[in-house]
């Protein structure tokens, strides 16, 4: 089966470093994904992993270790606008994308 | 590049009605999933159709349906709506070895 585990949520100060951890159990691997999703909105595209590392894209940076399972998004810098949902997905075999429950960020003066 | 578009956006239909939604993918792509996404639950996979054939599909009661189009459009049909049908309904396109685009999606309530 499919199993993909985050935080339901998280609150950190703005300016801060705050990291969203991810563990994934699924049958076929073919890549990581971190979408983020406002309130009302459809999820957009953050980063991808599919090799063991960092992937560092601005703010934001995720990493991978195929080995354990495991993923984290870091979000450095901390801005107000960076509240909303983060969603941990992993590409399985063919097209099809198995994601987590999300983790409700919230960012806090 | 045009994105995903979804219609309608906002849906409310009584139990026991049926429902049809409607995703254009983005020009060239020619994968298109479906997600349920309701509080708690996250994002649910519905299903999967590449060139026109289902290819994947998630644990979803028969009611749930879809089909794809030669232009790479795609239905997704839900039969004897129930209250717990409630829910935001995403299409995401897809291309080769690429990430999933997602559409606005469609609100739907039922009452």
């Known amino acids: 089966g499919q199993n993909i585990d985050q935080p339901t949520e998280m609150t950190a100060t703005e300016g801060a470093i705050v990291q969203i951890n991810c563990t994934y159990q699924?049958?076929?691997?073919?890549?990581l994904f971190w979408y983020q999703q406002h309130a009302g909105e459809a999820p957009t595209f953050l980063s991808y992993?599919?090799?063991?590392g960092l992937e560092e894209k601005g703010r934001f940076s995720s990493f991978l270790s195929r080995s354990k399972g495991y993923s984290y998004l870091l979000l450095k810098e901390l801005q107000m606008k960076d509240s909303a949902s983060y969603l941990c997905?992993?590409?399985?075999?063919?097209?099809?994308?198995?994601f987590g429950t999300g983790t409700s960020l919230t960012v806090i003066p | 590049k045009a994105g995903v578009t979804q219609t309608p956006r906002y849906l409310i239909k009584t139990r026991g009605q049926q429902v049809t939604l409607s995703c254009s993918p983005i020009?060239?792509?020619?994968?298109v999933s479906w997600y349920q996404q309701t509080p708690g639950q996250g994002l649910q996979f519905l299903f999967e159709?590449?060139?026109?054939?289902?290819?994947n599909k998630g644990n979803f009661p028969g009611r749930f349906s879809g089909r794809q189009f030669s232009n790479s459009r795609s239905e997704m049909n839900v039969s004897t709506l129930e209250l717990g049908d409630s829910a935001l309904y995403l299409c995401?396109?897809?291309?080769?070895?690429?990430?999933?685009?997602f559409g606005q999606g469609t609100r739907l309530t039922v009452v």
């Open positions: 020009s060239g792509h020619r994968s």
């Open positions: 992993n599919v090799l063991d």
């Open positions: 997905a992993v590409r399985g075999p063919g097209n099809q994308f198995y």
């Open positions: 699924t049958s076929g691997f073919n890549g």
């Open positions: 995401a396109s897809i291309g080769s070895n690429t990430e999933a685009f």
């Open positions: 159709y590449f060139s026109e054939t289902q290819r």
